[in-house]
């Protein structure tokens, strides 16, 4: 084709890839440079589309390139440019920009695309550079320690400030406001502007793109300083200036010590023998010619020995190419003809120096250069502190990076690997290890570089380094193992360990956790910052045991029980859901044993709260050492204790187990000079497989079968039923019943006589209420108090009652009702009136509303039921008292300290329990009437049944009586006449 004619050799030489394609995409030919572009053989593109090389991202770029060039209507337009991916054979990625051009035929058809593929993959990759680099550029130009400016590129605003950093308004004694939008050339001195104009002029025409130049500043204060200038103009992609940017530096001190170098230039020859920086001279050929005293004494070679030898001789071999390189440049034309360096030189004795040469080129009368002289300043104090500086950077660095590392590290094995590790790259050492100290005394080691971790070393500290540094408490250092005598250091010298260092890893409290140590083959003389340095990863490790510590010991805490320290509620709910899990899966009976202490309100109430804690302390081992070892023993809350046992096989062996439990807790508990004998009872749950798998509906049932123990009496355990749960469903539904029992007016009060044995009368009534419920009939109290007590309704309740009765007997007594317009009513209150409830409210404002006399009522509660509040029942039956209502202690002899009660409450009766008549027990009587008469209380006997009953109470003393031989519970209605029918009948009696 005659295309290819024209391009003819130039087509092949050329360095840029070159192609003709077809008008569909096709290589038609392809140069050398194009085939290694594309990493590809000539073979392997011809007659091949040049998409099936172009990256899959880009071929929506190609495609609008070929219908540009195949629009075109004009050989002029026929030209497209874009920049593009290839994939190479190789499968990297290369950049090119792909200038093509349609090629038409002798009759101005388009006949094939010409195409020029140039490789820029080396320009992308510094705009990439560059893209990233504009954050970095961002933070230096704010923190730079020189003055930096941004000014505008427009040449008609002069030089416009746009931007200053802090170090350029401190160089200029300005502050920001008054810089910002000020033309660069007001900040000059006037004979400095012209200067500085021209270096805009050169770098805004394209002249050059950056300037350099000493000029005078005006400051703000008044006084001209002298800046060393340096200005670059910045370009954007299109090669368009977008801003200047100026650095600024006050060479004040410079300029003065330039002025001084001249001068000592100037006396260079006569002062180059007593100079105390070492000097020498030397040809174009590197050959010394002249060295002076100093340099002599800093090498340690007399002048005779460096005579005539290669001004590199004495150069550390690592850095002769450097220098070699360095003196040859500065032979060479058109190079400045003075270099600075740091160099590496060797003494006579071996010795490494670091020395500052300068080196500064003389040249001959017609320019040509003649000598070389250099100074050169021993800078190896210097090197030494810059290299110890980047050291302690870098173990700051590590120390950082390990704290963090501490903070987000899972477990602890892990960090004190990285710290082994940061320790030994660090310091450089090959061997680095953290010891830690086992439960038994001897020491393991537990990670390690460059030894093998796991072994146990002996803890004597005249055997080991680490055993000597845990006795010393404190770091250690070991300058030469050849020589150590605090211990043995065999082991460490059969592995070639020169020298080393330790310290302590602080465990919990006093005690240690372990040791870090790291040691060196070579003799090495480890400092106090180096030992500063182990001990700072040494402290992260501390911090970081010691969270650990403290995170197992929340876990713990969480889950146990801080007084006796068995599991919690929570842990023992997850373990039975997990056995209960497991029962199902093995086919086992899995048991639960709620377990609670009988009496235990009392020990708190009468003995103290230290006292209860101290018997649910002592208790707590007992039933944990009466169940398996599988067995779980928790404590549930209060004094209640649960024990659950897995992998059972039937209900014989929880039986041996609630047994063993009773026996446990029945052992004698000394509370601090009283002994408590302590019973408990138990409620036991199966959990068989394929049965309930709901945890709680489990302790529930164990809970009701508790109740069940005892109610029946105590210090013993019940197996749940299914008759337990529908008597607790039918508890729960007689609950909700009650719940509506005042309010639809079900409750009624039923009266009983009270009789003077002396003045053979009725003195008396006591109220008691009744339920009438819709379904069941008559209720008892028996059937539904202690319902009410265990509920808030009992509030209720109480305030019905006590409201019900004052208001009859205040109604008998405006009537005049023979009998009843004279005696005094008894209402009996529950122990939950006096510790939750208003009972002094209740009853003041019942006798108000129903203009009673105080006298006229008696308000009565049990011992037990004081004792449950002993300091609140105080306080509340002292107000009721000061209102003038009488007080009675009712079932008195049940309870556990009958004489404090006496002693300490202002009651004014006792009513002697039903139980001790009953059992015929009047010596019993006998004795509490004696002790009333002692406390001048009233005495009634309840329970009197028969007349013999009645004539021993009267002959024992005893005040009242009270019971079936006068008369049952009656009705308001029925009171009435039968009263007047019991007056009679006791008076015919008498």
Not at 234 to 263: N, S
Not at 809 to 823: C, K, N, S
Request: aromatic share 6%.
């Amino acid at each position: 084709m005659r295309v290819l004619e024209t391009l003819g050799r130039a087509f092949t030489s050329s360095l840029i890839g070159m192609g003709l394609l077809d008008l569909d995409g096709r290589w038609l030919e392809v140069n050398p440079a194009l085939c290694r572009l594309l990493g590809r053989s000539p073979e392997a593109l011809l007659g091949h589309s040049s998409l099936e090389h172009t990256h899959p991202d880009d071929f929506e770029l190609s495609r609008p390139t070929t219908q540009s060039l195949m629009s075109a209507t004009e050989v002029g337009q026929a030209d497209a440019v874009i920049e593009k991916r290839y994939l190479r054979a190789d499968g990297s990625v290369v950049w090119a920009r792909v200038a093509a051009s349609l090629v038409y035929d002798d009759d101005g058809r388009p006949e094939a695309v010409f195409a020029q593929i140039d490789d820029i993959t080396a320009r992308r990759q510094t705009e990439e550079l560059l893209r990233l680099s504009d954050e970095r550029f961002e933070r230096v130009f704010e923190a730079a320690p020189v003055g930096m400016s941004l000014h505008s590129a427009d040449p008609a605003q002069h030089g416009r400030i746009l931007r200053v950093n802090q170090a350029f308004c401190d160089i200029l004694r300005r502050p920001l406001p008054a810089l910002i939008d000020r033309p660069a050339g007001d900040l000059l001195h006037p004979d400095d502007v012209a200067a500085s104009q021209e270096n805009w002029r050169r770098l805004l025409s394209g002249e050059t793109d950056t300037t350099t130049s000493d000029l005078r500043y005006q400051r703000g204060d008044g006084t001209t300083m002298v800046g060393h200038e340096v200005s670059s103009l910045v370009r954007d992609e299109a090669g368009r200036a977008i801003y200047v940017v100026a650095q600024l530096q006050d060479i004040d001190a410079r300029q003065r010590g330039e002025r001084l170098l001249r001068e000592a230039e100037r006396r260079f020859r006569a002062a180059f023998e007593d100079a105390g920086l070492p000097m020498s001279l030397y040809g174009t050929d590197r050959r010394i010619v002249k060295v002076n005293r100093a340099l002599c004494e800093m090498v340690g070679y007399t002048e005779a020995e460096l005579l005539g030898r290669d001004a590199t001789w004495f150069v550390h071999g690592g850095q002769l190419a450097g220098a070699v390189e360095r003196i040859t440049d500065l032979l060479r034309p058109d190079t400045p003809d003075t270099y600075r360096s740091d160099t590496r030189c060797r003494g006579m004795d071996g010795r490494s120096i670091w020395a500052h040469v300068t080196s500064s080129l003389i040249r001959d009368d017609d320019g040509e250069p003649q000598y070389v002289v250099s100074q050169i300043e021993d800078v190896s104090a210097e090197r030494a502190a810059q290299e110890l500086a980047e050291l302690r950077m870098a173990q700051q660095t590590a120390v950082a990076w390990l704290g963090q590392r501490a903070l987000s590290e899972e477990g602890l094995d892990g960090l004190f690997e990285a710290a082994v590790g940061v320790l030994a790259a660090t310091c450089d050492v090959p061997y680095a290890a953290l010891a830690s100290v086992q439960p038994d005394g001897r020491v393991r080691l537990q990670t390690a570089v460059g030894w093998q971790p796991g072994g146990l070393l002996d803890p004597d500290p005249r055997r080991t380094h680490i055993g000597f540094t845990l006795q010393a408490g404190g770091p250690v250092i070991v300058e030469d193992t050849a020589t150590e005598d605090r211990f043995d250091t065999d082991r460490l010298v059969s592995q070639s360990v020169a020298s080393g260092m330790s310290v302590v890893i602080g465990g919990m409290g006093d005690a240690p956790f372990g040791v870090l140590s790291l040691h060196s083959a070579q003799r090495r003389a480890f400092s106090t910052d180096d030992i500063a340095f182990l001990s700072s990863v040494a402290n992260v490790l501390t911090s970081a045991i010691r969270r650990d510590v403290a995170a197992r010991d929340l876990l713990h805490q969480s889950l146990h029980d801080p007084l006796t320290g068995l599991p919690n509620r929570a842990l023992l709910l997850d373990r039975l859901r997990q056995g209960m899990a497991r029962a199902r899966r093995d086919g086992t009976t899995l048991a639960v044993l709620f377990c609670d202490m009988d009496d235990f309100k009392y020990v708190n109430d009468t003995l103290g709260h230290d006292a209860g804690d101290r018997l649910l302390s002592a208790l707590a081992p007992r039933l944990a050492a009466a169940l398996r070892t599988t067995d779980t023993l928790a404590r549930f809350g209060g004094d209640e204790f649960v024990a659950l046992c897995e992998g059972l096989t039937g209900p014989a062996e929880v039986i041996v187990v609630a047994e063993r439990l009773l026996d446990a807790a029945a052992d004698a508990v000394d509370l601090g000079g009283t002994e408590f004998v302590p019973t408990a009872s138990i409620g036991i749950a199966l959990a068989a497989s394929g049965g309930d798998s709901d945890p709680e509906a489990l302790l529930r049932d164990a809970d009701v079968a508790m109740y069940g123990a005892k109610s029946r009496g105590k210090g013993r355990y019940e197996l749940f039923d299914t008759a337990m749960r529908q008597e607790t469903i039918e508890r729960v539904g007689l609950l909700g019943d009650l719940r509506h029992a005042v309010p639809r007016g079900e409750l009624v009060i039923a009266f009983q006589p009270i009789v003077s044995l002396r003045r053979r009368e009725v003195a008396g009534l006591e109220a008691l209420v009744r339920w009438r419920h819709p379904t069941r009939g008559l209720l008892m109290p028996d059937q539904f108090i202690a319902l009410a007590e265990d509920s808030s309704l009992i509030q209720e309740l109480g305030r019905w009652v006590i409201d019900e009765a004052v208001a009859r007997t205040a109604a008998w007594q405006r009537a005049g009702v023979p009998v009843l317009d004279r005696v005094m009513t008894g209402v009996n209150v529950s122990w939950r009136q006096i510790s939750h409830g208003t009972l002094v409210a209740d009853v003041r404002d019942a006798l108000q509303r129903h203009q009673l006399d105080p006298a006229s009522l008696c308000v009565e509660i049990t011992e037990s039921a004081i004792m449950e509040d002993p300091d609140r029942s105080q306080a509340v039956l002292g107000e009721l008292a000061q209102m003038g209502v009488h007080l009675g202690l009712d079932d008195f002899g049940t309870g556990h300290s009958s004489l404090a009660v006496l002693r300490n409450f202002p009651f004014d009766a006792i009513k002697l329990d039903r139980s001790f008549l009953a059992g015929d027990d009047w010596a019993v009587v006998r004795a509490v009437t004696q002790m009333a008469r002692s406390l001048d209380l009233l005495v009634v006997a309840e329970g009197v049944e028969r007349l013999a009953q009645e004539q021993r109470a009267a002959e024992l003393g005893c005040d009242f009586g009270q019971g079936w031989l006068y008369a049952p519970a009656l009705s308001a209605e029925q009171l009435e006449p039968a009263v007047l029918e019991l007056e009679s009948m006791l008076r015919g009696a008498h």
